[in-house]
């Protein structure tokens, strides 16, 4: 999937029809008190032009009249889309937002400056989506679309203040046959090696603005048919039977989770190196290189993204690779979005004991986090926990949860759809609503609720963004100097 330009429209109060084209974050047009737009009806084309003329309304309008007038709510009476944000700074506190006092007061009521924080590392996850070559007919899927100086250009991203500084690999190994459609050319085609996500670091004006320079490891979730069948071996191993050091071999995580971490395949020069080999040296060259800077460690993911975080996470820690010339311990955080149980409560015992902070976003009604370990895991009395120690199934999360619950949006369906409670756009939607239990949904940050749509069909029809917008425009396919239609090479973008 890729970005692609679409034109359509946001529902305000006017008696005018006002274009709106969507950027990769927000909308051009800010929320305020201008009047209510009235749709042209369901056959028209997407792109709406300015006209004076009085527009009919259509049953679809007459319909979402009501919820609109709630959505409008949503953004408050007065010109005021934006919730204010506390005065102080990201650099004043950002052992506090990185979980130095385990989130403490921040969760409810939400942190404003936590909420922003949680919304740009989503962001980052999401970036493993975005530029993933979903295309068989691609020379390039399975890969990234853009090179790393790239990377961020492309996605709309350049404002993260960050320098992508290497790529990631994984090689799942199932001995199974891949179904993941082949290319068509095969000989460019790694069957079991894909990009799964990045190492970049923010540079000198972000790490500024941060307080800190801010190692960031971005793992993307499942896509591919390999990597879905791992998720699928939920039987606990001892982490320290996969190289993985760890003196406790009752400490145990999930079999597919740690196989992809580690597994290689030397035929193919990306993944000579297992995955776990590529983000331990990246990260000990990058604490190298800023030695004396004040430096944090800081990991997100959606899905199973969220696992690899955490698993690698613990890695390092365990390995001693935040520990300074000095002798002085980096913090290590974990930002996880939909993230899955990864090992069982030695396995949590072990990572809180050396330090590594984690925070846990969900959608209550999304059934990722709640497995594997769907009959004994931390909800269970201590007492049977501990009988079940040695039970291949017995599973326990990790730090702490910000639970949310998309049916307290009033742009979201009320659908079961899995899909949709999983996705991770509806879930930094969610988060720019959150402001505590029990409190009023409303958008803090203005971020454009048309991203929901990306990858699923979640927001209610009279919004008119149409479902799984995201995709490359015209398949990459240009018209080249001798007038032949050719299809794009990504190395060449």
């Given amino acids: ?17 006002f274009p709106v084209t969507l950027s990769n974050h927000r909308c051009s047009t800010q929320w305020s008190k201008v009047g209510k737009l009235e749709v042209q009806g369901l056959n028209k084309p997407k792109v709406l032009l300015r006209t004076d003329e009085p527009i009919i309304a259509t049953e679809l309008e007459r319909n979402g009249r009501e919820e609109r007038r709630v959505e409008e709510d949503v953004f408050g009476e007065e010109e005021a889309p934006l919730v204010k944000q506390q005065e102080r700074q990201i650099a004043d506190c950002w052992r506090e937002i990185h979980g130095q006092d385990d989130w403490a007061g921040l969760l409810d009521p939400m942190d404003p400056l936590l909420r922003s ?69 095969p000989e460019d085609w790694r069957e079991n090696t894909n990009w799964i996500g990045y190492v970049a670091v923010s540079n000198d ?78 990260v000990e060259r990058l604490i190298e290189k800023y030695h004396g800077e004040e430096l944090c460690i ?34 290590i955080s974990v930002f996880s979005f939909a993230g899955p149980r990864v090992g069982n409560a030695r396995f949590k015992e072990r990572l809180e004991s050396l330090g590594v902070k984690v925070l846990r976003v969900v959608n209550e009604h999304d059934m990722v986090p709640k497995s594997p370990g ?14 079940a120690e040695g039970f291949p199934w017995s599973y326990s999360h990790v730090g702490e949860e910000l639970a949310l619950n998309h049916k307290n949006s009033p742009f979201l369906k ?60 015209s398949k990459r396919m240009v018209r080249s100097k001798d007038g032949r239609w050719i299809q794009l090479d990504w190395a060449l973008v």
């Fill in 1 to 17: 999937m890729a970005l692609t330009f679409i034109t359509t429209h946001v529902s305000l109060r006017s008696e005018h029809i």
């Fill in 117 to 185: 924080e949680l919304i740009r590392y989503g962001e980052m996850a999401q970036a493993c989506y975005d530029a993933f070559d979903f295309d068989p007919h691609s020379k390039h899927c399975g890969d990234c679309k853009y090179t790393r100086d790239q990377l961020f250009k492309h996605l709309g991203m350049e404002g993260q203040g960050y320098e992508v500084s290497s790529y990631l690999f994984a090689t799942p190994k199932v001995g199974l046959p891949i179904f993941f459609r082949k290319p068509r050319l």
């Fill in 205 to 282: 004006e972000m790490s500024k603005r941060l307080g800190r320079r801010d190692i960031s490891i971005a793992w993307r979730g499942t896509v591919t048919c390999p990597e879905w069948i791992l998720d699928l071996m939920d039987i606990l191993k001892s982490i320290s039977s996969d190289k993985i050091p760890c003196h406790d071999r009752m400490v145990k995580v999930e079999k597919g989770f740690v196989e992809l971490y580690t597994n290689k395949d030397e035929s193919f020069e990306s993944c000579k190196t297992s995955a776990r080999e590529q983000v331990l040296h990246e």
């Fill in 298 to 331: 800081t990991i997100t993911g959606h899905s199973l993204g969220g696992a690899l975080a955490i698993l690698s996470a613990y890695d390092i820690a365990e390995t001693g690779l935040n520990i300074t010339r000095d002798s002085r311990a980096l913090p």
């Fill in 374 to 387: 769907f009959l004994i895991n931390e909800h269970v009395p201590s007492e049977l926990m501990k009988l």
């Fill in 414 to 473: 009320d659908t079961t759809d899995p899909i949709c409670a999983h996705n991770l756009e509806a879930l930094l939607h969610l988060l720019d609503g959150y402001h505590g239990k029990g409190r009023r949904f409303l958008l803090a940050t203005g971020r454009d609720i048309a991203l929901v749509n990306k990858a699923c069909n979640f927001l209610k029809d009279h919004h008119q963004i149409p479902p799984f917008w995201h995709q490359d425009k």
